[in-house]
DNA sequence: GCGTATTGCGCAATGG
DNA sequence: GCCATTGCGCAATACG
């Protein structure tokens, strides 16, 4: 096993500049905005000629790629724009996963207010019960004895008015759809 | 963002590549993560060899960047290690969005739970006081003519065995401490 | 095996 | 001037 280099794919990465020839704009136009005129001014460098020729007439062999093949170049630009898509979907995703967020979090506060609306709704109508329990306990003694009879129970709960729950929650909207998430 | 200029360069990247020539593993920069590329090894090809010297021997001039520049090495390669930096915190953050994602959605599926559950509950006591009502109404004759003498109430409702609802719910675990959203 | 998709990396332009 | 961000191309690799 011992394989020569085996090494860690360092990309290497060399540039050879190729200039592009044909048309480059073949650029779909993404959304935002693209827009471009082209105007070709100087290019940054390389150094001139680009690399129509390189430095030494060795070109391909055993072990390069040519780059000056038309087939190279080929797959160069189809695999540029494989890329430029896959960045694009990437990008996509991303925004899409932050704005589930958001959308997450607005859920939540609404499921929370539910929650705290419905706690009090409970927590009134328990309070009546109790209210109720102790008028009850008021007119009722509440352990006879052992041995003693029960003492005929004849005496209801007085009204006592339990008007008092005038809470408004005739509205009883109980909309819930279950686990269903809002649209 | 990000959409400057409208021309998006024509990407004429040239790119000379100056191999590693000598030495250029100068780079021992431990920085947090060490890495670094190995020694290179050759294959890959491209110029192979060549590049030591760019294809033109002109270099620096008014315009162009010398890349055999010390400084520019430099610079070129602070810069790569601020590119690492940014795309590897980008990443970061794409999987804290994605991780949050995941929690607001749990944390949505137990407030809905907690919202059916208070939702049952009420309704229970809801049902509780309209039997009552309705067991009032059976013994009380809603209206009593003006003028006619109330009569006496002496018959209570029958227990009439309300033990129906015989959900379990004594737990009463009503753990919601009023507003406070859980943990 | 070939073709696309994804990923790591470097370069250059640009923004702050 | 420096670092941060971003678009882009290249090459290696993963995936079908």
Redesign the interface.
């Given at each position: 096993m011992s394989m020569p280099?085996q090494?860690?794919p360092?990309?290497?990465?060399?540039?050879?500049?190729v200039?592009?020839s044909q048309t480059?704009n073949s650029t779909p136009m993404p959304t935002?905005?693209?827009?471009?005129?082209?105007?070709?001014l100087?290019?940054?460098?390389?150094?001139?000629?680009?690399?129509a020729?390189?430095?030494?007439g060795?070109m391909k062999k055993g072990?390069?790629?040519d780059?000056e093949s038309d087939e190279y170049r080929q797959r160069r630009e189809r695999n540029n724009l494989a890329v430029k898509k896959s960045r694009m979907r990437s990008k996509q995703k991303?925004a899409d996963?932050?704005q589930?967020?958001n959308e997450?979090?607005e859920?939540?506060e609404r499921?929370?207010a539910?929650?705290?609306l419905?706690?009090k709704?409970?927590s009134v109508?328990?309070d009546?019960?109790l209210e109720h329990a102790h008028n009850l306990a008021d007119n009722a003694p509440p352990p006879p004895p052992p041995g003693a009879p029960p003492p005929p129970?004849?005496?209801?709960?007085p009204p006592h008015n339990n008007n008092n729950n005038n809470n408004n929650n005739h509205h009883?909207n109980?909309n819930?759809k279950?686990?269903g998430?809002g649209p």
């Open positions: 280099s090494q860690k360092m990309t290497d990465q060399n540039g050879v500049s200039i592009q480059l935002g905005g693209g827009l471009q005129q082209v105007p070709q100087v290019p940054v460098s390389s150094g001139g000629g680009g690399k020729a390189p430095p030494s060795r072990a390069s790629v780059k991303a996963t932050q589930r967020v997450l979090k859920e939540n499921l929370e539910k929650i705290k419905l706690s709704e409970l109508l328990k009546l019960f129970a004849e005496a209801c709960p009883a109980n819930n279950g686990s998430a």
